[in-house]
């Protein structure tokens, strides 16, 4: 099937006549009709603007290409939880945070970035580490230690 055949067969799935497929784009009927013309060239522009109008999956159109609409990759807690094999404790847990006020776990959220982002700092800066004293920016390095000029001309 070529992409004038396609999108022949998809505005007859849609149930529109030329003159109404041609309205939702923005185009002439003409138009639609010259697109459905085996061999016709059609533009990117307009196969972008039908994919986009009806979330056709641009590769279908073009070439045929499985599935004619995209697949929708949202998120699936469900099937997450089932894939990551949770226990019903660990579920438990999941349900009982989201049925927190969304105030309340906005403070969790921040409470345990402030705890993981000190624990790394931690981890990398030990305790009684030779960089205890070491200033936290180049300008405070520079404030401490200023830079010195050197005449290299007469040096040596």
Same mark, same amino acid.
């Given at each position: 099937?070529?992409?004038n055949e396609r999108l022949k067969y998809f505005r007859k799935m849609k149930r529109m006549n030329q003159k109404q497929f041609a309205? =939702?784009? /923005?185009? =002439?009927?003409? /138009?639609?009709?010259? &697109? ?7 533009? !990117?522009?307009? #196969?972008?603007? #039908?994919?986009?109008?009806? /979330? ?8 045929? =290409?499985?599935?004619? %609409? ?23 847990? &999941? ?5 927190? !006020?969304?105030?309340?776990? =906005? ?23 030779? %960089? ?16 010195? !000029? ?5 040096? /040596?």
């Open positions: 099937m070529s992409i309205e =939702t784009l /923005g185009v =002439t009927q003409s /138009g639609i009709s010259h &697109m459905e013309q085996e061999g016709s060239i059609i533009a !990117d522009s307009s #196969i972008k603007t #039908i994919c986009l109008a009806y /979330g056709l999956n641009e590769n279908w159109l073009r070439y045929g =290409t499985e599935p004619m %609409y995209p697949e929708n990759n949202t998120f699936n807690l469900s099937k997450f939880i089932k894939e990551h094999e949770a226990s019903e404790l660990e579920l438990e847990v &999941m349900k009982a945070y989201f049925s927190l !006020d969304s105030e309340v776990r =906005t403070n969790l959220i921040n409470h345990f970035k402030n705890h993981f982002e000190n624990h790394s700092r931690d981890a990398q800066f030990p305790q009684n580490s030779p %960089y205890d004293d070491a200033p936290a920016t180049p300008e405070e390095l520079e404030r401490l230690y200023p830079p010195v !000029d050197i005449d290299t001309k007469n040096a /040596g």
